[in-house]
């Protein structure tokens, strides 16, 4: 990376009950989930497989779906457009159309 911060990852998934987006922190050796990114912990290398087990042990319990690792840098920053438009929250709130329908057609 230009800034030279080291790259570490997240593990974000769907929280099965509701489908809020979720981020794991390591709590001892077993994992909870947050929703936001910055509380969430950063695994390097050495680590996310081992911490990918554990989430997985997560969806397997029907906590959570559609888990996957995420690339950060800093202060869990995400690397890509689209998890930081995750990490932000709906860009449409929940009930509210991003345009008001037009019937007249």
Do not use: C
Not at 16 to 26: K, S, T
Not at 49 to 64: K, M, P, Q, S, W
Not at 94 to 104: C, F, L, N, Q
């Amino acid at each position: 990376m230009e800034d030279g911060s080291e790259i570490f990852k997240v593990i974000t998934a769907n929280r099965l009950h509701d489908g809020v987006i979720v981020y794991a922190r390591a709590q001892g050796t077993d994992l909870d989930w947050v929703t936001q990114i910055a509380n969430a912990t950063a695994f390097g290398e050495a680590e996310i497989t081992d911490a990918l087990e554990r989430a997985e042990r997560a969806a397997a319990a029907n906590i959570v779906v559609s888990l996957y690792p995420v690339e950060v840098a800093g202060r869990n920053r995400p690397l890509s457009a689209r998890e930081t438009v995750r990490a932000k929250g709906p860009s449409v709130k929940y009930g509210h159309a991003a345009v008001d329908a037009d019937y007249s057609i």
